[in-house]
């Protein structure tokens, strides 16, 4: 199956900081998606975006599908950024093991 | 439009005991997709249905089924609980059958087995 990899596995930002979360998958895709999961569990949408870049408040990303990789960037980080960032792509929506972003004040 | 919702939100259960989760998706949404989180195994993938036919399955014991109903909510039962079923067990919903379109998330089921 298709193997994905995110990177790196752990940030610690000072708050302001920008950063840049990447996510590398092993096959085609028609299909990734970037989840930001709060503290309680949830899997928020942040972004659908089997190709091209798409941009939302501070948080932006582009995906260059025949080169196999997504990018998540984050600008002017917030402690309400702190959280696992997760990549799913595929048919199968297979996940990365996710970047586990602390921001601190 | 409301969210997936998911009940309940906390279960505890004792091993052997056995346990149904409930998901309703996104109105008009008729996938529903359920994984298990633990820390050690990241987000796994359990199974999926889309119009009340189980569409596919991951790599999970025999003790784990799901079904769907004709309003596209879902339900997963858990036999015989061990230790390690104790995860968060998230669902999602799609209006289409997932990996063909965006999925949208619950809040999940927290569930400890003792």
């Known amino acids: 199956g298709i193997q994905v990899e995110q990177s790196p596995p752990d940030l610690i930002l000072q708050e302001g900081a920008n950063s840049t979360l990447r996510c590398n998958f092993s096959?085609?895709?028609?299909?990734l998606q970037w989840f930001h999961q709060n503290p309680w569990g949830q899997l928020i949408n942040l972004f659908y975006i089997p190709s091209g870049t798409k941009q939302n408040g501070r948080l932006s990303a582009t995906t260059v599908a025949t080169e196999r990789y997504s990018l998540l960037y984050i600008s002017s980080s917030q402690t309400t950024d702190s959280g696992v960032y997760f990549c799913a792509v595929g048919q199968k929506v297979t996940f990365g093991i996710g970047t586990k972003l602390q921001v601190i004040p | 439009k409301a969210g997936v919702t998911q009940t309940p939100r906390y279960l505890i259960k004792t091993r052997g005991q056995q346990v149904t989760l409930s998901c309703s998706p996104i109105?008009?949404?008729?996938?529903v997709s359920w994984y298990q989180q633990t820390p050690g195994q990241g987000l796994q993938f359990l199974f999926e249905y889309f119009s009340e036919t189980q569409r596919n399955k991951g790599n999970f014991p025999g003790r784990f089924s799901g079904r769907q109903f004709s309003n596209s909510r879902s339900e997963m039962n858990v036999s015989t609980l061990e230790l390690g079923d104790s995860a968060l067990y998230l669902c999602?919903?799609?209006?289409?059958?997932?990996?063909?379109?965006?999925?949208?998330f619950g809040p999940g089921t927290r569930l400890t087995v003792l």
């Open positions: 999602a919903s799609s209006s289409v059958p997932k990996g063909y379109n965006e999925q949208f």
């Open positions: 109105s008009g949404h008729r996938s």
């Open positions: 096959d085609s895709v028609n299909n």
